[in-house]
Nanobody, 121 residues
Framework: QVQLVESGGGWVQSGGSLRLSCAASGFRLDYYAIGWFRQAPGKEREFVAAIDLSGRNTVYSDSVKGRFTISRDNRRNTLLLQMNTLKPEDTAVYYC??????????????WGQGTQVTVSS
């Protein structure tokens, strides 16, 4: 069974840091480009960052560029997101998914439960 499990979220004050993890089971992450998305209350889910198969090429949304760093550990079948200088507008549930550019891969089945990030001002 294909499953993605996000973790590492929590509550942090503005300017703080968090590190998110995404663990995959039932499929190998190193077969896919993969990324992070987030959904704030009352808003559509949006792209945050993505990384290619090699791990050498990354892309970020303008809102997080320079503050967030995406990386992957293919040996552990894990995706990471280091989030620094967090802002209240980063508050959202964060999800991981295979990607195609800045979009979710067309073959992606179902989202994980996500991990809540709350940044207070």
């Amino acid at each position: 069974q294909v499953q993605l499990v996000e973790s590492g979220g929590g509550w942090v004050q503005s300017g703080g840091s968090l590190r998110l993890s995404c663990a995959a089971s039932g499929f190998r992450l190193d077969y896919y480009a993969i990324g992070w998305f987030r959904q704030a209350p009352g808003k559509e889910r949006e792209f945050v960052a993505a990384i290619d198969l090699s791990g050498r090429n990354t892309v970020y949304s303008d809102s997080v560029k320079g503050r967030f760093t995406i990386s992957r550990d293919n040996r552990r079948n894990t995706l990471l997101l280091q989030m620094n200088t967090l802002k209240p507008e980063d508050t959202a549930v964060y999800y991981c998914a295979p990607t195609s550019g800045r979009a979710v891969h067309s073959g992606f089945g179902s989202w994980g439960q996500g991990t809540q990030v709350t940044v207070s001002s």
